[in-house]
């Protein structure tokens, strides 16, 4: 079992919906960061959580550090947010563990 | 300001040569880390500097090496280079010793070993 898992691994919608994305860890960690990687692969760092919810434009990512859980919320999905969005945990030694990422695709 | 730069982009290479990859960080950075990520696979961890010196080393054999020169910047080398070793290499940085802060990516660079 990965120390990271995300969930779904692929998830298409249609604009407009309402996006969820779901990472579980197994491991004490110190932070959460979510990131997303468009085609071609420059990865982008949309949040970085140790706790409690943040907000940036239609993206909230939410943490509950009790149930080692975090979820990546996006309002009126777009075409432009079809990318892949990776969830990864610092623990220890500076090391980030990746979840396997979650393929989005908003159809228009 | 200027993000984290990598070059090159692209680099092709045959069994068996050396690659060197290359990383600027963001001003003002003193952290740099190595990330591969197979076609198919995750990201994996390579490599930690900061301050010039290698703090952390993720599962990677020895001819995955590197070093960090005293404006910051990184060189990523790969030894003796193997077909498995086609990969997006991506370089982060971030504000100091602690991951915690906000960490920037490059672009990364698609090696490809024929």
């Known amino acids: 079992k990965n120390e990271v898992e995300q969930s779904p691994q692929n998830l298409t919608a249609q604009e407009g919906e309402f996006i969820t994305i779901n990472c579980s860890y197994s491991?004490?960690?110190?932070?959460l960061h979510w990131l997303q990687q468009h085609p071609g692969g420059g990865i982008v760092s949309l949040f970085m959580?140790?706790?409690g919810k943040k907000k940036h434009g239609r993206l909230i990512a939410t943490i509950n550090i009790q149930e080692k859980h975090s979820s990546l919320h996006i309002t009126a999905s777009h075409p432009r947010d079809s990318a892949v969005y990776i969830c990864?945990?610092?623990?220890?030694?500076?090391?980030?563990?990746f979840g396997q990422g979650t393929r989005l695709t908003i159809n228009p | 300001e200027a993000g984290v730069t990598q070059s090159p982009t692209h680099l092709i290479k045959t069994r068996g040569q050396q690659a060197t990859l290359r990383c600027s960080p963001i001003?003002?950075?003193?952290?740099v880390y190595w990330y591969q990520q197979a076609l198919g696979l995750g990201l994996q961890f390579l490599l930690w500097?900061?301050?010039?010196?290698?703090?952390n080393r993720g599962n990677f054999p020895p001819r995955f090496s590197g070093r960090q020169f005293p404006n910051y910047s990184s060189e990523l080398n790969v030894n003796a280079l193997e077909l498995e070793d086609s990969a997006l290499y991506l370089c982060?940085?971030?504000?100091?010793?602690?991951?915690?802060?906000?960490?920037?990516f490059g672009q990364g660079t698609r090696l490809t070993v024929v």
């Open positions: 959580l140790s706790s």
């Open positions: 500097y900061d301050e010039g010196e290698e703090r």
């Open positions: 990864a945990v610092r623990r220890g030694a500076q090391k980030l563990v």
């Open positions: 982060a940085s971030s504000g100091g010793r602690d991951f915690d802060t906000e960490a920037f």
């Open positions: 491991v004490g960690i110190s932070a």
């Open positions: 001003s003002g950075h003193t952290s």
